[in-house]
């Protein structure tokens, strides 16, 4: 099976920042697009960055300016260095991708558990 494995959430006052991390693991062939996803409680989960395997990116609006995403192909895995955390940006944050085992011909959507987030004003 194949995995993401969120971790670096936190509690941080606000202005302050964090770094999450999403490593993939598992038979894997190639992985395509990664995104990080938020939930606030009483809200839909919702697309805060993208990139491509190419590392093309982009952001929500919310977080544009402050929130950066980065990807290492060769280690699997993809960050999230958020930067001027904002009371707002509390929820969990979960990490997606597009993911190909080996021996497969098709691509898994697959979601990591998540990882708490929550700044304090």
């Known amino acids: 099976q194949v995995q993401l494995v969120e971790s670096g959430g936190g509690l941080v006052q606000a202005g302050g920042s964090l770094r999450l991390s999403c490593a993939a693991s598992?038979?894997?062939?190639?992985?395509?697009?990664m995104g990080w996803y938020r939930q606030a409680p009483g809200n839909q989960r919702e697309l805060v960055a993208f990139i491509t395997r190419g590392s093309s990116t982009n952001y929500a609006d919310s977080v544009k300016g402050r929130f950066t995403i980065s990807r290492d192909n060769a280690k699997n895995t993809a960050s999230l260095q958020m930067n001027s955390l904002k009371p707002e940006d509390t929820a969990v944050y979960y990490c997606n991708a597009n993911i190909k085992r080996r021996g497969e011909w098709r691509y898994l959507e697959v979601w990591g558990q998540g990882t708490l987030v929550t700044v304090s004003s």
């Open positions: 598992g038979s894997i062939s190639s992985i395509n697009d």
